[in-house]
Nanobody
């Protein structure tokens, strides 16, 4: 069993930056593919970033490419999402997720086995 706890959300003005962290329990964290998703009110959960087991490979959708950077520190059992040039449309609850069955890039919500409780990010215009 893996538990994920996100932190770092908050209120920021458009153009600002935030760094989200996702702390994971469990000794096998460094073999899991990890991802970040977000969900705005009334909308489906949306993929925003994925990182492979080692951190050497990442993937982003066009909506955040060039503004968001995902990284991980396996020694600290932590995944990060650095968000810059934030826009009001980035406002959502952000979730991290872990996939115990894959080592590479995973983009689908249904492939992930463990989810955090989410952290709110609000971008004001």
């Amino acid at each position: 069993q893996v538990q994920l706890v996100e932190s770092g959300g908050g209120l920021v003005q458009a153009g600002g930056s935030l760094r989200l962290s996702c702390a994971a329990s469990g000794r096998t964290f460094n073999s899991y593919a990890m991802g970040w998703f977000r969900q705005a009110p009334g909308k489906e959960r949306e993929f925003v970033a994925a990182i492979n087991w080692s951190g050497a490979s990442t993937y982003y959708p066009e909506s955040v490419k060039g503004r968001f950077t995902c990284s991980r520190d396996n020694a600290r059992n932590t995944v990060y999402l650095q968000m810059s040039n934030l826009k009001p449309e980035d406002t959502a609850v952000y979730y991290c997720a872990a996939d115990r069955n894959h080592y590479g890039i995973v983009v689908n919500t249904w492939d992930y086995d463990y989810w955090g409780q989410g952290t709110q990010v609000t971008v004001s215009s």
